[in-house]
């Protein structure tokens, strides 16, 4: 399936992700509560950032110290993997131990990822370093903030992980913004602007009326179920 032009993905990003979500859901193409985030993930460098890009996957864990020494070695063939998927790239980090509370994206892995074309990182574990890598620009949205990277070593990338409630493959395209994360169907992406435009112009004429003198329930009604309103 053809990847999505830059031009596309800009033009999703003029809409928040409820949006997005409401043109997905016209489509039929999945149930209305699958695709998103649950509740709790939250992104903690502030701003308010909307950032759209493809999944690249890793699993951490950070509870236990090695068997030897006092730290673990970095996995930098992770990086090659990064370079596969496809840009703007979005890393998505499991931490499979996530009540250890060791952070999993600090300042220097920021700009390390940052570097790698990524637009931002997600985790349903803890960040830390807030300051530094707002410095940077680089979204952080995580469950928790920690003081410590603790044990955090990659024990996997590459397959599928799942991030509060969301099953999030390497390649899916997703999109993150102050709501959670919504993953979009490339089937649908290209239409998903023109769909978007068409459901902001029927909730405008709605709030338009709610806040016009000339307001009642007939003519509310005759807007939002115009054959029951006949």
Request: charge should be negative.
């Amino acid at each position: 399936m053809p990847l999505p032009i830059p031009a596309t993905l800009e033009a999703i990003r003029q809409f928040d992700t409820c949006m997005i979500a409401n043109a997905i859901e016209e489509f039929g193409l999945r149930l209305r509560n699958e695709g998103f985030t649950r509740p709790g993930l939250r992104c903690m460098t502030g701003d308010r950032p909307r950032v759209i890009g493809f999944a690249a996957t890793c699993t951490v864990r950070s509870a236990n110290p090695p068997m030897s020494g006092d730290s673990y070695r970095d996995r930098t063939d992770w990086w090659t993997a990064i370079d596969a998927v496809p840009s703007p790239r979005i890393a998505v980090v499991q931490d499979l131990e996530p009540d250890a509370g060791g952070g999993v994206v600090g300042e220097v892995h920021s700009a390390i990822l940052k570097a790698f074309d990524c637009v931002a990182a997600i985790t349903n574990g803890s960040v830390r370093d807030l300051p530094g890598v707002q410095r940077l620009g680089f979204p952080l949205f995580a469950g928790s903030v920690s003081v410590s990277h603790a044990y955090t070593h990659m024990v996997g990338f590459g397959e599928p992980v799942e991030i509060f409630g969301l099953t999030v493959a390497s390649g899916d395209l997703l999109y993150a913004d102050c709501h959670g994360i919504l993953s979009i169907p490339l089937e649908v992406v290209d239409d998903l602007p023109a769909k978007a435009d068409e459901i902001r112009a029927r909730e405008k004429r709605i709030l338009d009326l709610c806040a016009s003198p000339g307001f009642s329930q007939k003519k509310l009604l005759e807007l939002i179920e115009p054959r029951k309103a006949l």
